[in-house]
């Protein structure tokens, strides 16, 4: 059994694993990158970028379909389901080649394998065919990641029932399909799939969609998901799964059905209710390290654990599950095990994004956040419809909402409903890092035409002064000012 | 329901404290009124009391770190429950609103998965504490803005404080909005240091030389508040001394004649209870000498009351106990009251009280030795008494050398408000007042 010295294992090769030991091998770090499968972890090979391959597929085949409405004449889309899977592929395939160019670059070392620990410094890298190889580093990166939540009573069985797993490598587009779970992954799932073709009903136990998420931005989703033929019921429950050959006869009861329950068929049921870390497997116990009873792994500002050389970054640290996350905690912890001074994951806000149709993308504090927290507000909104921009697009629907203390006109949260509004939070997270108010906003110059200006136009309107919408009341809030 | 205990004021015009002991640790069952940890103010350290009974589930600063006064300290409540729930609708209601927690130091994130970042807050602060304005050509006043329980600076100025371990928290922003700029960490940063002294700045820089036997010890607790006030103090004040000697053979034998009665009642009695009296006499005299500037206000705060400081030699170091109206104290009362604010010292179990208003202070170095010492005023007052000694000395009376009780009486004094004259009359009055302990009586 090889035994091998290095400076540093990272365990999992995630955005957060990638993104660690890159940085370790350019601070001059002897950097060893393991993982189960190939390099990229979820969000590469599963998440991230397949989903939104699938999504740009799906948004051309809806552009395709309203091309009329613009004097374009295309007579049929007809989705090839193989087709279609070979370019999410390829776009998998070369996302990894290129995160391997970048490891072969930078001489990170990596492995293929399960990661586990046989004592604090210590790591096991156990492969496919049964052998094994060990790692010794003074200092060990834990970014193993998260996974779908499975509901035991419907197990997966990859078919009939399904997660984002099999979702994203689109075994069929499925006539009828339910989505257990109204966060994130079920409505960018719900979003690919009707575009695809497929009638959609996505089942919410709570009593908005994306809970969390602003309230008004959560309604007016719902609103837009609804007029685009996905069916929506919230404040309703699933009760019973009930396999068939080819089908699932599923039974329903809650708001969405009169609080009556009511049995409907669908050809496949994708479960889409959440994800939990992973520590499967990792042997924490050995290297004197316990998840908190969620099963997270509990980090410091440098994201070092309980115990003195091993780190823990990404999903399994809690807080938002999202790569990008993940990344910059990579970094941090490469960073401080470098010794670099005054490195601190200590971010103003997280921005998330969704992929529906059209995209959403917040960052900062919700309506609701921000009136718990105690703040008269400042709220600043502009609807889409008054985009000159959307209309030469062929889309209204949309809302920029910006949210702002009265006080300090210090901005608190930006959300944003609109095409590519996953681009367009940028400008959302900079303001924020910075401590910028809704003012600076205002008084800076956006390019016309784009959806950018709309930011510009919330921002005014926070203060009364919008050109593009008819303010509430425009002289005593421009005096105000 | 688990409950937030913030950073508590622990004497007035305190804006941080440091943990110096975690008396219980996370998970322990506390009484109520039981004291659960030790903080440390640049006035005083206090043992403070648990709110209620519960269980303290969570601690959330380590040893030796400071947080403003009204962070998150601790959280209390049952085993198990929710302390990030706790945190999110913790709303900080200290009177000063320094509020809110200055980034725990662990774990930074919720340890919850969700999609939505921690409640934001933006605490508007008073700006009672900057007293200097960057240098730079801005037009706003420093002030502390808070949001989401933190203060407003760009990423990359927090990334410059970390470097230069500064705590944003306590800095005051001279940007649009109270926001923080590199310039004014710098500013921080040279005010806390005191201007370029050249050790200093090569101990900041990490230059300062080290012998390989040296032993390190961190700087912290009282050692690291007298590092800090002492040299604020030789910046602000305009320290100018006088130094004057006293014949002191008739308070020497005042005091064996009186010292059996006072031990009858149980008081050790010793000069200084003399010397107070004294003091407040001159002080009445005096009145500039029993009073403070205002720097922010540009006034002249003449007191009222009598209140003298007296400092008192702990393990941990200096510590400067005050005695309230003193000029309505007897002889005794005083030496009783210096006793108990001694032994309260040395146990490290002063109040608050104990420790604040003093308008004026006694430093007395009699029973360690030296001829005299020119000690640093405690600020705000503007000037301080050094007691020295008291030894038989060969001096001239009446063309005759004769062996009498001697002593030297130096007082610093902040020319900014006590012109030299004043401070050689104050000084003569109170060695006048001591030469012939009669007058005692009379004074005042």
Known sequence: ?481 | MAEVYEMPELAESVVEGEVLRWIKKEGERVERDEPFVEIMTEKVTVEVPAPHAGTLIKTLAAEGQVLPVGAPLAVFGEPGEDVEAALKSFVPHHGHGHGAPAAPAAPAEPAAPGLTPPPVQAVPVPPNVPTSLPSNGTTSTPQRVQREGRPLAAPAVRQYAREKGVDLALVAGSGPSGRIRRTDVDQFVSDRRGEAHPAEAAAASGALWRGPSDRLEPLKGLRRVIAQRMPQSKRTAAHTYNVDEADMTALVELRKRLKPMAQEQGVKLTYLPFIIKAAVAALKKFPYVNASIDDATHEIIVRSDYNISVAVDTEHGLTVPVIHNADARSVLDLAREVTRLAEAARANRLTPADVQHGTFTISNSGSVGGLFTLPVINLPEVAILGVHPIKQRAVVREGAVVAREMTYFSLSYDHRLVDGALAVRFLSELIRLLETPDFLLIAG
């Open chain 1, 1 to 481: 059994m090889a035994e091998q010295q290095v400076d540093a294992v990272v365990i999992g090769a995630g955005p957060g694993g990638y993104h660690a030991a890159i940085r370790l091998a350019q601070l001059g770090k002897r950097v060893v990158c393991v993982d189960r499968d190939a390099v990229g972890g979820v969000c590469l090979n599963w998440g991230c970028i397949p989903t939104k391959a699938l999504l740009h597929v799906s948004e051309v085949a809806r552009h395709a379909r309203h091309a009329a409405e613009i004097g374009l004449e295309i007579p049929q889309v007809n989705v090839k389901v193989e087709g279609v899977r070979k370019f999410t592929t390829d776009v998998v395939t070369s996302n990894v080649k290129g995160v391997e160019t970048l490891f072969k670059g930078n001489n990170v070392q990596w492995a293929i394998g399960e990661g586990s620990f046989v004592d604090k410094s210590t790591v096991k890298v156990t492969k496919k065919d049964g052998s094994s190889e060990t790692y010794k580093a003074k200092d060990v990166i834990i970014a193993t990641g998260a996974a779908p939540v499975d509901v035991k009573a419907w197990p997966r069985d990859g078919k009939l029932i399904i997660n984002s797993d099999d979702a994203v490598r689109l075994p069929s587009v499925p006539k009828r399909l339910l989505v257990i779970g109204g966060g994130v992954i079920g409505l960018e799932f719900a979003t690919v799939y009707n575009r695809m073709g497929s009638e959609v009903l996505v089942v919410e136990m709570m009593p908005n969609l994306l809970t969390g998420t602003d309230l008004e931005i959560a309604k007016t989703m719902a609103r837009v998901l609804k007029k685009q033929k996905i069916e929506i019921m919230v404040n309703t429950k699933v009760e019973t799964l009930e396999k068939g050959a080819k089908t699932v006869k599923a039974t329903i009861t809650g708001e969405g059905t009169a609080n009556k329950p009511e049995t409907r068929e669908f050809d496949q049921v994708l479960v889409a209710v959440g994800r939990r870390p992973m520590s499967d497997g990792l042997n924490l116990e050995s290297a004197g390290l316990k998840t908190d009873e969620k099963g997270f792994l509990n980090v410091d500002a440098q994201r070092r654990t309980a115990v003195a050389g091993i780190w823990a970054i990404g999903d399994i640290t809690g807080g938002p599950l999202l790569a990008h996350k993940a990344m910059k905690e990579g970094v941090v912890a490469a960073e401080a095990i470098a010794g670099l001074p005054g490195v601190a994951y200590d971010p103003v806000a997280v921005p998330n994004c969704v992929y529906t149709d059209p995209e959403i993308a917040t960052v900062g504090l919700s309506e609701e956040e921000a009136k718990a927290a105690g703040h008269e507000l400042r709220i600043g909104k502009f609807p889409l419809l008054a985009s000159g921009r959307a209309r030469t697009m062929n889309e209204s629907d949309g809302l920029i909402k910006l949210i702002g203390d009265k006080k300090t006109d210090v901005l608190l949260g930006m959300h944003i409903i609109a095409p590519q509004a996953e681009s367009l939070i940028g400008e959302g997270v900079i303001a924020l890092e910075m401590g910028a108010t809704i003012d600076d906003i205002g008084l800076s110059i956006h390019p016309h035409p784009t959806l950018t200006e709309s930011i510009h136009d919330a921002a005014e309107a926070a203060h009364g002064t919008a050109i593009h919408i008819i303010n509430p009341k425009p002289t005593a809030a421009a005096a105000a000012r």
